[in-house]
């Protein structure tokens, strides 16, 4: 029996999540859950449901994972845990410093209502969380580095956006070329924040904005690009839908380690993503972790999990002779 998908907010994410449903034979997509007018809402599923998140509640016995798709700054925290009462639920929770906060909410209500719970689910935190522990696991003595982009940052170009002056904006996190390959050559530098990542912006004005006073407040906004080295491009309206309408992104995972008696033989892991869409790969690992889920719960576990919980075979349509002979 396929895997009954709900998606809660139908954006960027939520639309990547509907096209890795299609993509995937054992699941079909039963309701998109929004809380815009649903007639105003036009998705590519025609057998699938669009529904106010007021009626998400009738779902109860008709969804078996509802996917979360809203913002980590307010929607998440209150969402997830909410959500957990009545459905499995997953979602992409990304504000690193408070998952911990999250998970035991999260946890909570999900053990009180015996369904199982998925947070912090995508390419970081995600993919590159567990690329990060098998690495620390394996190489016990050496370094973690992380690096991302080339990629749009949403939370930093909306910060742009802000600004009084700015029409529109773009921002884009890039690798420090140097740093990353003092770290392949097994150098293991102390990087600082501005060692590591600069900071291009790609921005449109309001008529008759100050550019130089709007370059001085980006380059000196604390926790956003203070701490980096930052280029700032004014352009016009149309060569930003042209060049920059896309949301790219990815990055690098790398452990630089050693082995041996005297520690004379040094290792390098790296994993790399490199993304045309970071909301439609995003959405394509949460709709596998969604089979997870199902599959957890379906076994009679609740609670909530992370990516470090999850066996990697859960994530699979193939059967477990399948992947023995075809993967392993």
């Not at 790296?270 to 599959?295: I, M, Q």
Request: hydrophobic share 35%.
């Amino acid at each position: 029996m396929n895997t009954r998908i709900g998606i809660l907010g139908y954006g960027n994410l939520g639309r990547g999540v509907e096209c890795a449903v299609r993509q995937n034979d054992d699941m079909e997509l039963a309701a998109v859950f929004t809380r815009r007018d649903p007639a105003s809402l036009s998705i590519c599923t025609d057998t699938a449901a669009v529904c106010s998140i007021a009626e998400i509640e009738q779902w109860k016995d008709k969804i078996d994972v509802l996917i979360i798709c809203g913002g980590s700054a307010t929607d998440l925290p209150e969402q997830t845990p909410e959500y957990a009462k009545h459905f499995n639920v997953i979602d992409s929770f990304d504000t690193h410093a408070r998952i911990p906060e999250h998970y035991a909410n999260v946890d909570a209500a999900a053990k009180a209502s015996h369904h199982i719970g998925i947070i912090s689910v995508g390419w970081d935190p995600g993919m590159f969380s567990l690329n990060r522990l098998y690495a620390d696991a394996i190489l016990p003595e050496g370094s973690d580095y992380t690096f991302w982009g080339k990629g749009v940052s949403q939370g930093h170009s909306d910060a742009l956006r802000r600004i009084d002056g700015v029409k529109d904006a773009k921002q884009y996190t890039i690798p420090v070329e140097d740093a990353l390959e003092a770290v392949r050559d097994g150098k293991n530098p102390v990087l600082s924040t501005r060692e590591k990542h600069t900071r291009e912006c790609f921005v449109v004005l309001e008529e008759g904005a100050d550019a130089s006073k709007i370059e001085q407040k980006i380059k000196t906004m604390p926790n956003y690009f203070a701490d980096y080295d930052t280029t700032v491009h004014f352009i016009s309206e149309e060569e930003l839908h042209a060049n920059h309408s896309g949301i790219p992104h990815g990055g690098f995972v790398l452990r630089s380690g050693v082995t041996g008696p005297e520690k004379e033989h040094k290792h390098l892991i790296e994993y790399r993503l490199k993304l045309d869409s970071n909301p439609e790969f995003t959405a394509s690992v949460l709709v596998a972790y969604a089979r997870a889920a199902h599959r957890l719960f379906q076994e009679g576990q609740s609670g909530c999990k992370t990516v470090f919980d999850i066996a990697p075979a859960y994530l699979s349509p193939k059967s477990g002779e399948e992947l023995r002979a075809s993967m392993l």
